[in-house]
């Protein structure tokens, strides 16, 4: 089962997607993926790690981290399917990282490794922009790096966890404009989920809606407004996202 959060009418639905992403509303009736707006499919906390893939830091010149590089972003980085994300002005480099994301399903606190993955709801996948200029240090990437408003497309739903056999061997790809940039395999993450739900239960109670983005493979280039970049997770979905200049954006706010 696929579940998101629509916005329609002017009212947020909790609404189920079929395969080719056509939303059943409550009342039983469809919508097309184009007649929607997508939200975020989950609300909490979202913690995000940093070279959790052993060819992304050697990409990047780090050796592996030794355990796991844990940050948050704000919620006012997250964004829907099919949204917009904004390239600000005057900068070098802003590049994606496609990832994906275990949505917490209970309270955790003190869960073994053993009992990890009974407390995950289910997955999603974002696009974890960041904007290369103002990284001091890989290992803390700073607000104006990861917290950005709308850098963190995430969606289009849910995928439960019992339709996902191994979520630990699945294919990332993205792509900017039809073209394959990045690709890699969950099943080179260092830290896998069961570790990292075990490490952070034992230090902080995770809620129901919390999510953990487990981080990028090696194939970061830098995108542009009017970029379409589209992330995809083998047995997850397809996460569309169009990159817009800071002009554009705030012109079309009013």
């Avoid at 395969?19 to 409550?26: A, I, K, N, W």
């Avoid at 739903?157 to 940039?181: C, F, K, M, Q, W």
């Avoid at 239960?201 to 809620?207: A, G, R």
Wanted: net charge negative; with cysteine.
């Amino acid at each position: 089962m696929r579940h998101a959060r629509i916005r329609h009418h002017g009212q947020i639905v909790n609404v189920t997607v079929d395969d080719q992403l056509s939303v059943t509303l409550p009342d039983g009736s469809k919508l097309d993926e184009h007649d929607v707006e997508w939200l975020p499919p989950a609300q909490g906390t979202i913690f995000a790690l940093g070279l959790n893939y052993a060819d992304h830091a050697s990409e990047l010149e780090f050796k592996a981290p030794e355990e796991p590089l844990v940050f948050l972003k704000g919620p006012n980085s997250l964004t829907g399917h099919r949204q917009v994300s904004v390239r600000p002005a005057q900068v070098e480099y802003m590049h994606y990282e496609a990832e994906l994301v275990a949505v917490i399903g209970k309270t955790a606190r003190n869960v073994s490794r053993e009992q990890a993955m009974d407390y995950v709801a289910g997955y999603t996948l974002c696009n974890d922009y960041a904007i290369r200029d103002y990284l001091e240090n890989y290992y803390r990437p700073n607000l104006r790096v990861k917290s950005r408003d709308t850098l963190t497309p995430i969606g289009p739903y849910i995928v439960d966890r019992d339709d996902v056999a191994d979520p630990h061997n699945l294919t990332l790809s993205t792509y900017i404009n039809g073209e394959l940039r990045q690709r890699g395999t969950t099943a080179d993450m260092i830290f896998d989920i069961p570790y990292l739900i075990e490490y952070l239960s034992e230090f902080m109670t995770l809620q129901p809606g919390d999510m953990i983005a487990t981080g990028t493979p090696k194939g970061l280039a830098d995108v542009q407004p009017g970029d379409e970049i589209v992330v995809e997770i083998e047995g997850i979905g397809r996460l569309v996202n169009h990159i817009i200049s800071e002009k554009d954006y705030e012109e079309s706010k009013g």
